[in-house]
């Protein structure tokens, strides 16, 4: 029986606890489409349980040997594999767009990276769930006020709702990673349409937390706002004190202001 390598530069680690990986199968609650991608499947432990439910499962795996050990040990996934890189693929080849639903066990070195690509197809990805570094999850789900609030948390949070599910110890993974993990879930909002421009909430948002140790005020002061705007008591906070909420709402007056 041949079992695949892991390899460093990918960030794979394997996970090898079976309950662990149900657990992160049942984190879907399959309403609201027919297709899940597992990005990441390694060598199946988590696709194994996702093949048992009613719906139809595709993965996305840019290692070769995972793909012939897929392939070798998994039949029902004939047709179903997808030998690419996930962060370069254009999904629709595949789901014509559809929806699909997304899981993993994330490769850490890419983790943040696939959140974000996640909300450029938000339109069809009604739910979402999977096991990241534990940091990270906690960011994407941390509120306002909180030390790890961040980009990451505001722009996960405009379109979807996130809930922590549960840590992870390393010792279930080979090779064991350095550091805990999380496993989470965000669920779309019904109105995940913004209010505002979806550029311009990015780029205050990014723009803000370069610099969390200062006001809004300082922090967006390469936006060229109005001193009539800049008098709001919006910009009298740091970042990590506004809400999601109020992140779109200053980005719309933002832009009422530049006309």
Do not use: W
Not at 68 to 73: F, G
Not at 102 to 115: D, E, M, R
Not at 144 to 165: C, H, N, P, R, W
């Amino acid at each position: 029986m041949m079992t695949v390598k892991a390899k460093k530069h990918l960030g794979q680690h394997f996970l090898k606890d079976e309950s662990v990986a149900k657990n992160i199968a049942d984190t879907l609650n399959l309403a609201g489409y027919e297709n899940v991608l597992e990005i990441g499947p390694g060598m199946g432990v988590l696709t194994k349980y996702l093949l048992e439910k009613p719906i139809t499962t595709y993965v996305v795996e840019i290692d070769t040997e995972s793909v012939d050990y897929l392939n070798e040990n998994y039949p029902k996934l004939k047709d179903k594999i997808i030998a690419k890189d996930f962060l370069k693929y254009n999904i629709n080849e595949i789901f014509e767009g559809k929806q699909f639903a997304i899981i993993g066990n994330f490769p850490y070195n890419i983790s943040t990276q696939i959140v974000f690509r996640t909300l450029e197809y938000r339109s069809q990805i009604p739910e979402f769930s999977g096991m990241f570094q534990k940091e990270v999850a906690e960011r994407i789900c941390s509120k306002k006020g909180s030390k790890v609030y961040g980009i990451l948390s505001v722009l996960a949070q405009a379109f979807y709702d996130a809930e922590y599910l549960f840590t992870v110890d390393e010792n279930v993974f080979n090779p064991p990673p350095k550091v805990k993990s999380g496993v989470l879930r965000l669920r779309r909002k019904e109105n995940y349409e913004l209010p505002c421009s979806e550029k311009l909430l990015f780029t205050v948002v990014k723009t803000a937390f370069q610099q969390r140790r200062k006001t809004m005020r300082n922090s967006l002061k390469t936006l060229n706002l109005s001193d009539n705007l800049r008098e709001d008591t919006i910009f009298d906070l740091r970042p990590e004190q506004l809400s999601v909420e109020q992140f779109i709402e200053l980005t719309q007056k933002i832009e009422a202001n530049a006309i």
